[in-house]
Every structure is written in structure tokens, then in C-alpha cells.
């Protein structure tokens, strides 16, 4: 059977949904198999985790500025871990590591990919829902579960884990190592097994959603990058999680069943453990296998956000369209061979460490081009400075000045000095934190009168939100290279045991009062976000003049996205100012963009997609 | 009874609200607008803001470093120290001028063509050249500093045991180091966690012959301009030997032995003498002579002043105190390291006490 004739299909299939049945409050909001409630309730979780371990960080930052200093507010949020307002040091590795883990996983995985892959796959593709509108609420409703899990691990007696969120064995493995190892470790485990299987159904929902219910003409060359980039992240997350998962059930199997895979010769609080012939490399190992794509599943739909949203509001096509599916992919590949350049140092042989340094510096090489194509597209445009415009600018700056230091970690012999001190830290927070929690705010700025009906979110205040952030941002994290070149080690409690470090205490305060005034900004985000989504002003039904299919629907939301027949698709996504054959007007006149589901006009000459 | 009414009201309350606000609601559904859309005055000042923001990326990065650049480490003390600060020399300036290029045609772009009615954009989608340049740059860019980190990665990790080296094995338990010297045959001891028992920390097979003159202490001297080859241990979770003025790092993994190898050039004498290292430790006893008054007006004892040593930390999250996890590091002349160990005990004179 054609694709042309399943197409027809659906066409058919769909005209009973104009009347649907009434639907429950239940199956409306909570066991939705729609993908548009879906992603809002990805969006939600996430922001709501967001928030908890954005609060964490605030908590560290204040330890680590004022080490001396008594804070109240850590017995408010801390309790019996911060008696007389001193934070105790277990209580603070732990806040470290399950920052870690909140933003990485929970917001900036199933939070970022899990709310823009739901809403704009079918829309921007032109199919009224997932493949499977069942496995993907099981995928949002596992992930909601893993999720409260890990928050429930907040609560137990003896602390949450606190291995770091890289959760290397044998300090994971064995509650006397660290107290945070015992059910705090075992529930972190068991959160995050749930997290594999939510983020493996997601995936597979994507890919296969993508390669076959896109509307007629909407071949993949002319797919926005948007789709591209969550197609990538999906393949990506399915070749990489497994390996995860099968270094967590080893390491439950050493924790609870006495298995050997990760530890040997071990002696601890007194004893001889009777473990034997395992190797912590080997986590190191698979842990990384999943954990360097991971940092792309991360950054790969931040980029296709930012690609579309600088396109539209550039009024341009995105320079190098080809070039930029082509690096997706590259980068794509070349993220499940890197995994090595975290473990320089952990005792591998050195010559694999050649390998990665090999494999490591060639991924500069894609991230280069995306640069300068980006840079490309808004030169010469006729920008409009909507706020996701500017959070899509800031993503390049950032991106660019994160991605820059990977010259120097990704480099083995560089990366033996700078390993694991703050250097890294900040790194991996403006390259892939920074970035891409800029890219899910784009995102949302962008496609929130999409979620929400219609309603805007308000410019001011976006602007606002946008320019302390930015700034704040760079306050935080460029100051922090210092502190790595410094020498100084990450996931310290405090570094006054070490006189030589004394003079770094004001760049601490520094960064800690920007980070507070960053922080601060994110209410304002907060605010705006909660009460546009209900008294938001109505935007016109494309209020960006965009050219993808997702504005051709109505404000309001209905099963199946299109009340009619689906639109079928004639050119790619990019055709901005695109002049008629005698360059007098546009191919349009007046209308600066040529939306997707427009025939080819007579006045235009045919571009190769 | 009281409680009841009041709990009603809330409810009541709430409900009222509530209804305000679905009345607020529906009264508004119809207000259509553009406001939350850029406008020409939008585009213009955030253009202009654009540039601002440029000028404030150059201006935090000339103020960090006029503010910050002592605190940095001074210059390497080990041969292979010198290779890793001539590569990351060059790869910063690399990363700077092209930083600061490129950032500069961001938002510079971002300024000039902000938005404005009669302006049209320039359809512009492909340009094969141009993509072959950005691509054939970095990677020629690229090729030089890989091979330049591969040769430097590879001559630091390749230890040629024809050179000798003195051999040192550091020792990491939670939350401290020792270190052990071969002795007098330059060889080290057997050992396995678990011969650990009383005195014999370190777990040193008794009956082995080389392990009879080890020498384990608490401080690690080392001779200058000798080679000294570290064999890195761990009896229980992942630490990691740092040791920064080096730019020496390797993890030590329980069930494992790894390795690293340098030869220190500067002694810790000289190292005080530096013009970095003298600026930095006056300006950190200014600052701890500030703490020192304020913790004697609190009735505290006030802190000692400090002298530059080099330092051995731990660099892998280890437990509760990975934050205080450290060796002292003295680099003397041969004569006076030779002194120093003979006054140390071997470990057949400490089994025997």
C-alpha cells in the first residue's frame, strides 16, 4: 500500500472526529492519549522539577559563598540537615547530585524533547496524533512516576543519593561509603529504570510517527529542522538509554544481590568485603555510553527549536538547510563514540584516550557549521525581535562560548589539569545547561499560543526575563573558569581547608549573587507563564507569520488537530521573502512568507525541496 | 463550630473567585491583539540592547581577568607541565580570537538588521563556497591541535621503566593519603586489601621480601629532576590523585593499579620565590588578616598565615570529607630528600615495634 493511499486513510477516518464524545475530566487531563495535552503535561512536570532543582542550586551557591555564614533558610528547606542553619556536608553532596540529575533528566531530557517532540511532531508534519496515542500517555505517565519517585527520595531518613549524579560505584554501591547510597540510592536506581522505559517508548513513538504518518508532500526534505532534530534525539535516546539501564540493574545487582560487576577489593569501615574481580571503569564506561549522547539528547532539540525560530523571525530560510540535517546527523553519530573524553583519567589505557581525543575534537567540526549557518541566517534579515527571537540569540552566544572550552576538556592532555575541577563546570553549564534551557524557553515563548489556545505571553516581561538571564548567566558561569584554571576540585562543601584557595572566595560571592538575581528572574518567567495561560491576550491564528503546517489550525484544540481534511504540503518550511520571477514584490504580495500547505505559484521559480 | 464557618467561607471565597474570574475570562476571550508581537519600536531597542549585551560580554571577560588573573596557577613545576601550558596557550587564544569574532558577528548582525517596515529580508538559502570555507577552516584548525595533543598525551602517558624512575606509591582511603617508597631497592612491596590488620595499613604482604624496606609516611617529598613514577591505589571507592602545580591527574580505583609518571623541576623553595606565587600569598594573608580581626572580635582564635606548599587533593567525589582530602607536597634537592627518608622507619621496623 502507498503512502498516498494510507494518507487517504486517515483523511477518511478523521471526519468523525468533528463530533467527538464529550470527554471526562479524566481522559481530557489526565490519562489523555492527545499529544497536545501530552506535551503540556511534560511541560508542567518539567517547569515544576525545574524549579526544585533550580532552588537546590540557590542552596549550594550560598554554601559555597558564605561558607561561614548561618542561614536560616537552610533549616526552613533543609530540616534536620541544617541544625542551627550550618549545612551539613552530606546534605550538600546530595544537593549537588540530584541538581544534577533533576536537570539533566527530568527537565532538560523528558521536560525539553518530552513537551516540543509531543506537540510539533504531528502538527508540524501534518498527522492528527502519535502512531500510538496509548504508548505515549504510558510514556508521559511512567516518566510522571519517575519523577515523583525521585522527589520522594528527598524524604528518606538517612538522605538521597549523593554519589554525584554520574553515581559511580564503589561510593554508590556500599552505604558505608556515604550514608546517601543506602534507600536514597536504591530509590534513585529505581526512578531512573522507570525514566529509561518512559523515555524508550517516547522515542520509539517519534521515530516511528515521523517516518510514516507525515502528511502528502511532506517529504523528509522538507520536514522543518524542528522535526529533523527530535527524529535525531529519538534515535539517539533509543540506541544509548538501554546501555543505561543495564548498568543500573548491574549495579542493583551488586547493591542488593552480593554480584561483583563493578567492585573489587574493598575494605571499609573495618572489613574486607567479599567482592572481587569487578571494575568501576566498566561503569564508568557504560554509564558514559548512555551519558555523552545524553548531553545531545539534551542540545539536539534546543538546536532545532532555535533553528526554526531564527528562520522565522529572520524572515529568512535557515542558511544551509542540507548542511544543517547533514549535521545533525553527524553529530548524532559521532556522539555515541566520544564517550571516552570523561574518562581520560579514570585509569583506562592511554591510547583509547587518543582514540576519544580523536573522535572528540571531529565533533567541533559539525557544531562549527550549525554556528556559522545560524550566524548566516539573520545576517542580512529583517529580524523581529520577539522574545523567542532573543532567547534563540542568546542560545547561539552561549553555545558558542560553551562549545569553544570543549576545545580544551575534549583534549586529553589538556583535560588531565582541568578534569573535574570548576572549569568543567562551567563548560557543560553554558554548552549544554545554559543552551539548552535557553532553547526550552525559545520553545515555549514561541509555540505557548499554540499550547494555550491563542493566548501570547507577554512581551515585557519576557523581555525583561530574557535580559537579567542573560546577563545573570554569563555572571555565573564565565567567572567560573577562573575558579577551574585555579585548581580548584567540583564537589567541594567548602574549599577553606585549603589556604591556597582562600583568594577565590569573591569570585564565589560573585557568582553566587548572580546566581541569585538569575534565579529571582525565573519568578518573573513564572508568573508571566502561569497568567497568560489564562488571561494571555488572543494573538492572531499565525501570530509569527510562520510558514509551518502547526498554524494552519485553529486556536482551539481538538482531537485530531484539523477540523477538515489534513493540508497537504507543496514546499519546504523556509520560504521567507522569497521574490516572484520579475523581483518586483514577494511571490505573495505583501505577505513576506509562503506557508507550507501553498501550492507552487506560477510567479516563483521552483527551489530544489 | 467556629472552624466550620470559617472553612466555609474559604470555600465560599474561593468559589466567588473563581467565578470572577471565568466572568474576567470570558469577557476578555474576544480581545484580539498584537500587542505581545514585536513592533518596529521593539525591534529597534532590543537591537540596540544587542549590542550592549556584546559590550558586556568583553567587559565581564577584561574585568575577570584584571580582577582574577593572579589566582591562577603558576607556572608548571614538572617537565610535561610546560608541554600542557604551551597547548593550552595556543588553544586559548584560538578559542578567544574566535570568540570573540564570532560573538561579535552575532550580535552585531542582530543589531543592524533589526527589523524595520520598508526593509526586506534577503532570500538567501545555500551558498556551497561559503559552507566548504566554515567547514575546511575548523577542520585544518583542528587536524594542528589534535596532533599536537596527541603527541604531548602520548609522551606523558608512556612511562619507559629505562628511565629508572623513582618509584612512589599513593595510597587513598576515605578521606586520606599515604605514600609509599620502595626502599632502598626502588621496588615495591606486594599488598591486597585484604592483609590490612593493626599497624600494617597499607596492607603489605609481610613475607615479601621487597616489601620489607617500604617506607609508608604521610608526606610525600620528592627529589627535583628526578623522574618519579606514582602507582596509584585505592582500598574503597574512586578517589583521584590532583595535583595541580604538576598538572598531574589519575584516578585510583580500588581492584586496580594505575599509574602516572612526571619529573618535578621546581623546588618548593624556588616556587616560593616566584613573582605569581608571591603576589598570590600576600594577598591571601591580606585576606585572611581581615578574617583574623573579625574572628578575634567574635572571641575566635584567628587563623595562621599562610606559606605556599604544593598540594596533592582529592578530585573524585570520595564521601563526607572529599573536601578535605589532601598531602602536603615538598620538592627538595636530592641531598635533602635522601636525609629526609633515611629518618623514616621501613615497614619491617614498624611490624617489629
Redesign the interface.
Known amino acids: 500500500m502507498s503512502a498516498l493511499a494510507q494518507v487517504s486513510d486517515m483523511e477518511d477516518h478523521h471526519e468523525d472526529h468533528g463530533h467527538h464524545v464529550k470527554q471526562t475530566f479524566v481522559t481530557k487531563y489526565i490519562f489523555s492519549y492527545d499529544h497536545k495535552m501530552i506535551s503540556k503535561q511534560y511541560m508542567i512536570t518539567g517547569i515544576v522539577m525545574g524549579v526544585i532543582g533550580i532552588l537546590m542550586s540557590l542552596l549550594f551557591r550560598l554554601q559555597l559563598a558564605w561558607p561561614d555564614h548561618k542561614f536560616t533558610i537552610y533549616e526552613v528547606f533543609l530540616g534536620k540537615w541544617a541544625t542551627d542553619g550550618v549545612m551539613d556536608?552530606?546534605i550538600y553532596?546530595a544537593l549537588v547530585t540530584i541538581h544534577g540529575t533533576i536537570m539533566v533528566f527530568f527537565v532538560l531530557t523528558a521536560g525539553l524533547s518530552g513537551t516540543f517532540s509531543n506537540l510539533l511532531i504531528p502538527l508540524q508534519i501534518g498527522a492528527r496524533d502519535m502512531a500510538s496515542g496509548f504508548l505515549n500517555m504510558m510514556s508521559f505517565w511512567l516518566f510522571f512516576i519517575s519523577a515523583a519517585i525521585m522527589t520522594m527520595s528527598l524524604f528518606v531518613e538517612a538522605g538521597p543519593a549523593s554519589?554525584?549524579w554520574t553515581i559511580?560505584?564503589?561510593?554508590s554501591a556500599?552505604p558505608q561509603?556515604?550514608p546517601g547510597s543506602g534507600a536514597g540510592m536504591t530509590l534513585w536506581l529505581i526512578s531512573l529504570a522507570i525514566f529509561i522505559a518512559s523515555s524508550l517508548l517516547g522515542s520509539l513513538n517519534f521515530i516511528v510517527t515521523i517516518l510514516n504518518l507525515r502528511t502528502k508532500g511532506m517529504s523528509m526534505t522538507r520536514m522543518p529542522l524542528t522535526v529533523w532534530s527530535f527524529l535525531v534525539t529519538a534515535m539517539v535516546g533509543l540506541v544509548s538509554f538501554p546501555v543505561l539501564f543495564s548498568a543500573a540493574l548491574m549495579l542493583i545487582m551488586d547493591r542488593s544481590f552480593g554480584t561483583s560487576f563493578f567492585?573489587?577489593?574493598?575494605?571499609?569501615a573495618g572489613e574486607?568485603l567479599h567482592h572481587q574481580?569487578?571494575?568501576?571503569?566498566l561503569f564508568e564506561h557504560l554509564f558514559w555510553f548512555l551519558g555523552h549522547p545524553e548531553v545531545y539528547i539534551v542540545i539536539l532539540p534546543a538546536m532545532g527549536i532555535v533553528s526554526e525560530i531564527l528562520a522565522t523571525n529572520?524572515?529568512?530560510?535557515?542558511?544551509?538547510?542540507?548542511?544543517m540535517v547533514a549535521s545533525l546527523l553527524s553529530i548524532a553519530f559521532l556522539s555515541t563514540i566520544v564517550w571516552g573524553h570523561h574518562m581520560f583519567?579514570?585509569?583506562m589505557n592511554?591510547f583509547l584516550?587518543?582514540v576519544f581525543?580523536?573522535t572528540t575534537?571531529?565533533i567541533?567540526?559539525p557544531s562549527?557549521?550549525k554556528?556559522?549557518?545560524?550566524?548566516?541566517t539573520?545576517?542580512?534579515?529583517?529580524?523581529?525581535?520577539?522574545v523567542a527571537?532573543?532567547w534563540a540569540?542568546g542560545f547561539?552566544?552561549t553555545f558558542?562560548?560553551g562549545g569553544?572550552?570543549g576545545?580544551?576538556v575534549g583534549?586529553?592532555?589538556?583535560d588531565?589539569?582541568v578534569?573535574?575541577?570548576y572549569f568543567v563546570v562551567a563548560h557543560f553549564h553554558l554548552v549544554m545547561g545554559v543552551s539548552a534551557a535557553y532553547g526550552f524557553l525559545a520553545g515555549i515563548y514561541h509555540w505557548f499560543p499554540k499550547m494555550f489556545e491563542g493566548r501570547?505571553?507577554?512581551?515585557k516581561l519576557g523581555?525583561i526575563h530574557f535580559?537579567i538571564t542573560?546577563?545573570g548567566a554569563?555572571?555565573i558561569f564565565?567567572?567560573m573558569h577562573?575558579?577551574g584554571?585555579?585548581?580548584l576540585?567540583r564537589?567541594?562543601?567548602?574549599?577553606t581547608?585549603?589556604?591556597?584557595f582562600?583568594?577565590?572566595?569573591d569570585?564565589n560571592v560573585v557568582m553566587t549573587v548572580f546566581a541569585i538575581i538569575t534565579i529571582s528572574a525565573q519568578f518573573i518567567f513564572l508568573y508571566n507563564f502561569i497568567h497568560s495561560m489564562?488571561?494571555?491576550?488572543?494573538?492572531?491564528k499565525n501570530?509569527?507569520n510562520a510558514t509551518t503546517l502547526e498554524w494552519t489550525t485553529e486556536h482551539k484544540h481538538i482531537h485530531g488537530n484539523w477540523a477538515g481534511a489534513i493540508p497537504h504540503v507543496y514546499r519546504w518550511a523556509?520560504d521567507?521573502?522569497?521574490?516572484n520571477k520579475d523581483e518586483t514584490d514577494y511571490v505573495i504580495a505583501g505577505q513576506?512568507f509562503i506557508p507550507q500547505n501553498v501550492p507552487l505559484m506560477d510567479n516563483e521559480d521552483e527551489?530544489e525541496h | 463550630m467556629t472552624v466550620f464557618l470559617v472553612i466555609l467561607v474559604i470555600l465560599l471565597f474561593g468559589v466567588a473567585v473563581w467565578q470572577m474570574?471565568r466572568i474576567?475570562?470570558l469577557a476578555?476571550?474576544?480581545?484580539?491583539?498584537?500587542?505581545?508581537?514585536?513592533t518596529a519600536k521593539?525591534?529597534n531597542?532590543?537591537?540596540y540592547?544587542?549590542i550592549a549585551?556584546l559590550i558586556?560580554?568583553y567587559v565581564?571577560?577584561g574585568v575577570?581577568f584584571y580582577l582574577?588573573?593572579?589566582?591562577?596557577?603558576p607556572e608548571a613545576a614538572s617537565e610535561h607541565g610546560g608541554?600542557?601550558d604551551n597547548?593550552?596557550l595556543i588553544?586559548?587564544i584560538?578559542?578567544f580570537v574566535?570568540?570573540i569574532f564570532?560573538?561579535a558577528?552575532?550580535?552585531y548582525?542582530?543589531f543592524v538588521?533589526?527589523?524595520?517596515k520598508p526593509?526586506?529580508?534577503?532570500?538567501?538559502?545555500?551558498?556551497d563556497k561559503?559552507?566548504f570555507i566554515?567547514?575546511i577552516i575548523?577542520?585544518i584548525t583542528?587536524a594542528g591541535?589534535?596532533i599536537y595533543?596527541?603527541f604531548?598525551?602520548?609522551d606523558?602517558?608512556?612511562v619507559d621503566r629505562d628511565d629508572d624512575p623513582l618509584i612512589i606509591e599513593l595510597y587513598a582511603?576515605?578521606f586520606a593519603w599515604d605514600a609509599r617508597y620502595g626502599g632502598n631497592d626502588n621496588t615495591l612491596g606486594e599488598a591486597?586489601?585484604?592483609l590490612?590488620e593493626g599497624i600494617n595499613i597499607l596492607?603489605l604482604d609481610p613475607a615479601d621480601p621487597n616489601a620489607q624496606d617500604d617506607k609508608i609516611v604521610k608526606e610525600l617529598h620528592l627529589p627535583v629532576g628526578r623522574r618519579v613514577l606514582f602507582k596509584?591505589r585505592s582500598?574503597?571507592?574512586?578517589h583521584?590523585v590532583?595535583m595541580?602545580?604538576f598538572?598531574?591527574?589519575?584516578?585510583s580505583?580500588?581492584?586496580?593499579i594505575?599509574q602516572f609518571a612526571f619529573t618535578p623541576t621546581i623546588t618548593t623553595e624556588e616556587m616560593r620565590q616566584t613573582d605569581h606565587i608571591q603576589k598570590?600569598v600576600k594577598?591571601?594573608n591580606e585576606?585572611?588578616a581581615e578574617k583574623s580581626k573579625e574572628l578575634a572580635a567574635k572571641g575566635e582564635e584567628p587563623?595562621d598565615p599562610?606559606e605556599?606548599?604544593y598540594?596533592l587533593?582529592?578530585?573524585?567525589?570520595?564521601?563526607?570529607?572529599?573536601?578535605?582530602m589532601?598531602m602536603k607536597i615538598i620538592v627538595e634537592s636530592e641531598e635533602d630528600y635522601n636525609a629526609w627518608l633515611a629518618e623514616q622507619p621501613t615497614f619491617a621496623e614498624q611490624l617489629k615495634r
Request: one cysteine or more.
Open positions: 556536608p552530606n553532596l554519589a554525584g559511580y560505584p564503589p561510593l556500599l561509603a556515604i567492585l573489587s577489593d574493598i575494605y571499609i574486607v574481580g569487578g571494575s568501576p571503569v529572520s524572515r529568512k530560510p535557515i542558511f544551509g538547510y542540507r548542511a583519567v579514570s585509569g592511554p584516550g587518543s581525543t580523536f575534537l571531529l567541533a567540526i562549527a557549521v554556528a556559522f549557518n545560524w550566524i548566516t539573520i545576517w542580512r534579515g529583517n529580524i523581529q525581535m520577539n527571537m532573543l540569540i547561539v552566544s558558542i562560548t569553544l572550552t576545545i580544551v583534549d586529553s592532555a589538556l588531565i589539569n578534569h573535574d575541577t501570547l505571553m507577554n512581551k523581555y535580559w542573560a546577563i554569563y555572571g564565565f567567572p577562573f575558579v584554571l585555579a585548581g576540585p564537589r567541594y562543601y567548602t574549599n581547608e585549603f589556604p591556597y582562600d583568594d577565590l572566595a569570585i489564562f488571561f494571555g491576550k488572543m494573538g492572531p501570530p509569527w523556509y521567507y521573502s522569497k521574490l513576506d527551489t | 474570574n474576567f475570562q476578555r476571550i474576544k480581545s484580539t491583539g498584537f500587542e505581545d508581537i514585536a521593539d525591534n531597542e532590543q537591537g540592547l544587542m549585551f558586556f560580554i565581564i571577560t575577570s582574577w588573573s593572579g589566582t591562577l596557577l608541554e600542557i597547548l593550552m588553544t586559548m584560538l578559542i574566535v570568540g564570532t560573538q558577528l552575532l550580535h548582525f542582530a538588521y533589526r527589523g524595520n526593509r526586506k529580508a534577503l532570500f538567501y538559502a545555500d551558498n561559503l559552507e566554515w567547514t575548523p577542520v583542528l591541535l589534535i595533543g596527541l604531548t598525551w602520548t606523558i602517558m608512556n582511603k576515605q591486597n586489601v585484604r590490612i596492607g596509584i582500598q574503597d571507592v574512586l583521584s590532583y595541580p602545580h598538572r598531574a591527574q589519575m584516578n580505583v580500588p581492584g586496580m594505575t598570590k594577598n591571601i585576606i585572611r587563623l599562610y605556599f606548599d598540594l587533593l582529592c578530585n573524585k567525589i570520595c564521601g563526607v570529607s572529599h573536601y578535605n589532601q
